[in-house]
């Protein structure tokens, strides 16, 4: 059984820092560090809140055993949670958290202001399907 108000604080959450983001002030991203680390670290927040929202719903429906984060998404796709086009665009998010977090390479601010201008719409589709299925 799916912990509703669990799922709907990591839903808020995600919500809460796409509001954040979009209040972000691109023209400073490249020349103060505060505005960087703050993007930066509100992206990897708001990935990981959908990651733990997707997890969530995948472990309590029973619904298979991801090997990867990223699975997560395509097991949801699977299982009609939310569309693949959608899945594949969170997957590429959750790798994005991952190099944001483990800085597996420098992060680049041309891929950060991409996620900024294009792919927070994406995070709030996310919340959108879930909470239609709660």
Request: aromatic share 4%.
């Amino acid at each position: 059984m799916t912990d509703r108000d669990l799922l709907e604080k990591r839903l808020a959450l995600i919500v809460r820092c796409v509001g954040e983001l979009r209040q972000a002030r691109l023209e400073l991203l490249r020349s103060d560090v505060r505005e960087e680390r703050f993007v930066e670290h509100t992206l990897q927040i708001a990935i990981q809140a959908a990651l733990d929202a997707a997890s969530h719903v995948v472990s309590d429906g029973a619904l298979g055993e991801p090997s990867t984060n990223r699975e997560l998404f395509a097991i949801l796709a699977t299982h009609g949670w939310i569309e693949p086009p959608l899945a594949s665009r969170l997957e590429e998010m959750a790798g994005f958290r991952n190099v944001l977090v483990h800085g597996y390479q420098s992060v680049s601010l041309d891929v950060v202001e991409d996620v900024l201008r294009n792919r927070l719409g994406d995070l709030l589709d996310f919340v959108e399907r879930v909470e239609r299925r709660l």
